[in-house]
């Protein structure tokens, strides 16, 4: 979404699509919640990205792997917490594959993504800076009932506002010029 302005300029008629999610893909499945936090995604040597996992695999039990599809949802399932870093300021997959699974989503804020518009810090999800990572992360751990109505909240948005049909219909509704 950043970058639109610049893609205008070559065809104004450009629009943002965000990414969604697939509720029978990425669905809760009935494990244990094992894990205060787990992560699902690439971790480059030396970046932010992994330094703020050691940081917190520090403060919490972080339970990390390279891996998709159910089992992904499964390790997110059995997550207390899902931790989220947008490498480039983007509104990545984990942000709407965690929402629909319904577990809780700790991220931080992308900013110019769009983040902001579809979601709310504290009502959808959680939102860290590097400065408060493992605070935020305590917190919510210690606040049970607050972290699941959070996640659950996050789950009916995704599911009401975020699935892949809803990406199609919005496409079709613009592209039939129905839609602003």
Known sequence: REYLPKFRTVNPNTFWLPLGCDPEVHRRWPVEK????????????????????????????????????????????????VFNNA????????????????????????RNSGQDELFMDGEDYACYHAGNLEKVAQFYLENEALRERIARRGQRLAHNAHTYRHRVEDLLDVVLASKP
């Not at 050691?54 to 972080?62: D, I, K």
């Not at 929402?99 to 989503?105: A, E, R």
Request: charged letters at 25%; hydrophobic letters at 45%; proline letters at 0%.
């Open 87 to 110: 490498v480039r300021n983007d509104l990545n997959m984990r942000v709407f594959e965690v929402m629909s699974i319904g577990s809780f989503l700790l991220s931080d804020m992308a």
């Open 34 to 81: 094992r894990f205060d936090a787990g992560f699902v995604g690439g971790v480059s040597a030396g970046s932010v990205r992994e330094q703020l996992l050691q940081r917190l695999s520090v403060a919490v039990e972080l339970k990390y792997e390279r891996c998709f599809w159910d089992e992904m949802a499964q390790l997110f399932s059995s997550s207390r917490m």
